[in-house]
């Protein structure tokens, strides 16, 4: 799959959304990336998790580790395909940890997934638990990068789709300045 099939997924799901919107990074942008509006179609999420599982057939993997929560759904897909495991990162005490018995094993090679990438924060936040747990990353994989590949894990990063999006500080935002209501999608609850 190229990147241009996947951005016609994406757009057939309704996932690329455009107006002003509140990043759950705090970032303000024009244009959103919507992972729920593929979770809720897996007739098109389902090709994008084979793409990933694809794209890492060859690395390896024994675990897949997805964070809370779109993550899960990925994390499960692609270890389906690639015949191995998965692992869900749950927020706890403003930590992410595997929670209700889950275990990595040291030396297991885990593969890191999620949905969007904008900053890399709940990526960085399962690679640590890979490194407390004594495990092995063997890379990332994403639905899609909103970064344009400007995010470097130190290991090998694969997005279906990667789109190069501006985003602002609030300062910087340029809706904001034209008094352009704001829409706040996303999971962390950042006020507005």
């Given at each position: 799959?190229?990147?241009?099939?996947?951005?016609?997924?994406?757009?057939?799901?309704?996932?690329?959304?455009?107006?002003?919107?509140?990043?759950?990074?705090?970032?303000?942008?024009?244009?959103?990336?919507?992972?729920?509006?593929?979770?809720?179609?897996?007739?098109?999420?389902?090709?994008?998790?084979?793409?990933?599982?694809?794209?890492?057939?060859?690395?390896?993997?024994?675990?897949?580790?997805?964070?809370?929560?779109?993550?899960?759904?990925?994390?499960?897909?692609?270890?389906?395909?690639?015949?191995?495991?998965?692992?869900?990162?749950?927020?706890?005490?403003?930590e992410r940890k595997l929670r209700r018995?889950?275990?990595?094993?040291?030396?297991?090679?885990?593969?890191?997934?999620?949905?969007?990438?904008?900053?890399g924060g709940a990526v960085r936040e399962?690679?640590?638990?890979?490194?407390?747990?004594?495990?092995?990353?063997?890379?990332v994989g994403v639905l899609g990068d909103?970064?344009?590949?400007?995010?470097?894990?130190?290991?090998?990063?694969?997005?279906?789709?990667?789109?190069?999006?501006?985003?602002?500080?609030?300062?910087?935002?340029?809706?904001?300045?034209?008094?352009?209501?704001?829409?706040?999608?996303?999971?962390?609850?950042?006020?507005?």
């Amino acid at each position: 799959m190229n990147n241009d099939e996947a951005l016609q997924l994406f757009e057939r799901a309704g996932a690329l959304l455009r107006g002003h919107f509140k990043l759950s990074s705090g970032l303000h942008s024009a244009e959103y990336l919507e992972k729920f509006r593929l979770v809720e179609r897996p007739d098109l999420l389902e090709p994008m998790c084979e793409e990933l599982a694809r794209r890492f057939a060859s690395a390896g993997v024994e675990i897949v580790l997805g964070p809370t929560t779109a993550g899960i759904i990925l994390a499960y897909n692609v270890a389906r395909i690639l015949g191995v495991e998965a692992r869900y990162a749950e927020q706890e005490a403003g930590e992410r940890k595997l929670r209700r018995g889950q275990e990595l094993r040291k030396g297991a090679r885990v593969l890191v997934v999620d949905d969007i990438l904008t900053t890399g924060g709940a990526v960085r936040e399962c690679i640590e638990v890979v490194q407390r747990h004594g495990a092995v990353l063997v890379g990332v994989g994403v639905l899609g990068d909103r970064s344009g590949g400007a995010i470097d894990f130190g290991v090998h990063l694969e997005a279906v789709l990667e789109v190069k999006v501006e985003a602002f500080t609030q300062e910087e935002c340029p809706m904001c300045r034209e008094g352009m209501p704001i829409n706040q999608p996303g999971t962390r609850g950042l006020a507005v």
